[in-house]
C-alpha cells in the first residue's frame, strides 16, 4: 500500500490531494453525493492527462470504477436482462 500511495503522491494522484498537495477535478464534485463517475485513468501509471479538467471523479479510490461496473452487471443478471 505504501507503493501506491507513493506512486499516487508522485503522480499528484489521490494520495497527494488527501494530504491537500494536488487538487481534485472538476468531475470530482460530486464525488459526495454518490452520482459522480470514477475516471479509469487516475489510477493508472501514466496518470489521467486531463488533469483538473477532468470531467470524472478524482477522489474515488483506487477500483471503484470496477466495482460499479461489476456492481451494475449483478443488477443487471438479478433483473435478468440479457448482458
Keep these: 500500500a505504501a507503493s501506491t500511495d507513493a506512486r499516487a503522491d508522485a503522480q499528484g494522484g489521490a494520495g497527494s490531494a488527501e494530504a491537500g498537495g ?3 477535478s472538476v468531475g470530482s464534485e ?12 487516475f489510477w ?3 496518470g489521467c492527462l486531463n488533469g483538473e479538467d ?3 471523479c478524482h477522489a474515488c479510490p483506487q477500483g471503484e470504477s470496477k466495482a460499479r461496473r461489476a ?4 443488477s443487471l443478471r438479478e433483473v435478468g436482462k440479457p448482458l
Design 22 to 24: 494536488a487538487q481534485l
Design 54 to 56: 477532468c470531467r470524472h
Design 44 to 46: 493508472k501509471p501514466g
Design 71 to 74: 456492481a451494475k452487471f449483478e
Design 30 to 41: 460530486l464525488h459526495g453525493t454518490g452520482t459522480c463517475k470514477p475516471c479509469a485513468w
